[in-house]
């Protein structure tokens, strides 16, 4: 039985050998798109979206990345959020809102041959520019929707006094617990609603109390 095994598995390693690899060549239509492709810019543009389909448009972009596979062309899809202090039942609480209703925002390498990909997308209505053209995000408003991580000098440390300057929380003092340098978040401890609260902000978002 074992050489009758033995002699089936070198003849599967045969036909392994005998397997041959890819080696068909790209048309030139293949190497003309990815030099397009490779060409392109990758920026960030608003969508407008119907009202309350922010989730939904933005599930359905993903999911005709996946269909087309455009993942060369379209690497983020957001819904910018912003923390907001409410007060509800008496109490006040920190929750997420939309920062930006009937709005995402993604980053791609456009052009017009994805037009239609991305505005017959179900919840899309279409780019947000002169006359529905798309119109990429300047530097500045990257910056501040934080799309982007910023480098920062970090001089912070675990046990430092912080206060936060942006944001919701902006002029809290509190202590950082812990810090991700990889993520640019910092776990800051705060008196918040009457009780010591741990928050995550970014580094940028942040600066050290000296003494």
């Known amino acids: ?20 690899q890819d080696t068909t060549p790209k048309s030139d239509d293949e190497v003309a798109y990815k030099e397009f492709v490779d060409s392109l810019e990758a920026k960030w543009y608003a969508l407008h979206t119907l009202s309350g389909y922010e989730n939904v448009a933005k599930e359905n972009l993903e999911t005709v990345v996946e269909k087309f596979n455009l993942q060369d062309r379209i690497f983020d899809i957001v819904i910018p959020m912003e923390d907001v202090v409410e007060e509800k039942k008496g109490k006040k609480v920190l929750v997420q809102h939309k920062a930006m209703p009937c709005y995402i925002l993604t980053k791609m390498k456009y052009a017009d041959d994805i037009w239609h990909n991305v505005t017959r997308t179900r919840g899309i209505t279409g780019f947000v520019g002169p006359n529905g053209r798309p119109w990429p995000l300047t530097e500045e408003e990257v910056i501040k ?26 002029s809290m003092i509190g202590e950082v617990t812990a810090l991700n340098l990889e993520t640019g978040i910092a776990t800051v401890n705060v008196e918040m609603f009457g009780r010591e609260t741990s928050v995550e902000v970014e580094l940028s978002q942040i600066h050290k109390i000296n003494g």
């Open 1 to 20: 039985m074992e050489e009758k095994d033995t002699i089936i598995n070198e003849e599967v390693e045969e036909v392994k050998e005998e397997v041959p």
């Open 145 to 170: 929707l934080r799309l982007e991580k910023i480098k920062v000098e970090v001089n912070i440390a675990v046990g430092d006094k912080v206060e936060i300057i942006e944001g919701a929380l902006n």
